[in-house]
């Protein structure tokens, strides 16, 4: 078991862009750290080039419409066109303490159970003991339940812990900065199902942080693994136990940091996501 699987998103558990050309640029707040120099032209030449060849090859694939999927020439190891299809069926429409709930007692619902608890489990309401039980209660099965609250009512409440993150001993934000603690599925798979059990992968990127000014602890980016054992009880699927590991992570883009005020900005007027394949 990990701390860093327990973490959960805010206001339901779960602004405006503009896509922009930024110079390099010096100084900063406390994320200018984190901010990176420019590239010399010829590595800004090969990046263009390299997206231009990619839209291209990208426009080609959408053309070939009516070519025939099915020969011969493929790598059967690849994903195919179904991996990311929409699966047509309709979301859950129930919730239970804010967390979806109801879920088919198939493969599909195993993974969208999942999902939508790893971004419960993963959000900043996990450091209010209230709402902590609430997510606890909702997301482990009932005779798992119990244990793990006090599992984690203990490390929720350490002060050493929260004060290695840089929250306050009742686990709230210093004055002036935003606790961020959220996790994103980017996509999930079954291992082994059976109607009455199952085990799934949740493979997620995860925010975790104090934006503001003066963190000690900006927010930062990790990726994680988590299998999650499901029991089919009470009409609906549970957790009796999961396992954490890191990655896969993919390969850091050449991108500057925003602002501690641009993350704090994107924070509270981006909600999360409630429903996962």
């Known amino acids: 078991m990990s701390l860093g699987d327990e973490r959960e998103p805010s206001g339901g558990y ?11 640029e010096s100084g900063g707040d406390v994320y200018g750290g984190a ?13 263009v080039v390299g997206v231009v060849v990619l839209l291209i090859a990208a426009i ?8 025939d999927s099915g020969s011969g020439g493929g790598d059967e190891n690849q994903p195919n066109s179904s991996s990311t299809a929409a699966s047509g069926s309709q979301p859950v429409q ?14 599909q619902g195993a993974q969208s159970a999942a999902a939508n608890y ?7 309401d996990m450091f209010d003991t209230a709402t902590r039980h609430e997510i606890v209660n909702t997301v482990y099965a009932p005779d798992v339940a119990a244990n793990r609250q006090a599992d984690l009512d203990n490390a929720y409440s350490s002060e050493e812990f929260l004060k290695n993150i840089g929250l306050n001993t009742d686990g709230t934000a210093p004055e002036g900065q935003s606790f961020v603690s959220r996790v994103i599925p980017v996509g999930t798979k079954t291992t082994a199902f059976s109607t009455g059990a199952a085990t799934v992968e949740v493979w997620y990127t995860s ?8 963190s000690t602890n900006p927010v930062s980016e990790s990726w994680y693994t988590t299998t999650y054992q499901l029991t089919w009880v009470n009409k609906d699927w549970k957790v009796t136990d999961f396992q954490q590991k890191d990655g896969p992570v993919p390969v850091g883009r050449d991108q500057r940091a925003s602002t501690a005020d641009d993350m ?14």
């Open 118 to 124: 790893s971004v419960a489990l993963g959000s900043a």
């Open 35 to 47: 901010r990176r120099g420019g590239r010399s032209s010829s590595r800004s030449l090969v990046t």
């Open 94 to 107: 129930g919730k239970n303490g804010g967390i979806p709930a109801g879920f088919a007692q198939d493969q």
């Open 60 to 67: 080609a694939f959408a053309n070939r419409g009516g070519e």
């Open 14 to 24: 779960g602004g405006t862009g503009q896509t922009r050309t930024r110079l390099p």
């Open 207 to 214: 925010l975790f942080g104090l934006s503001g000014d003066g």
């Open 264 to 277: 704090t900005k994107a924070v509270e007027e981006f909600g999360g996501f409630t429903y996962a394949r």
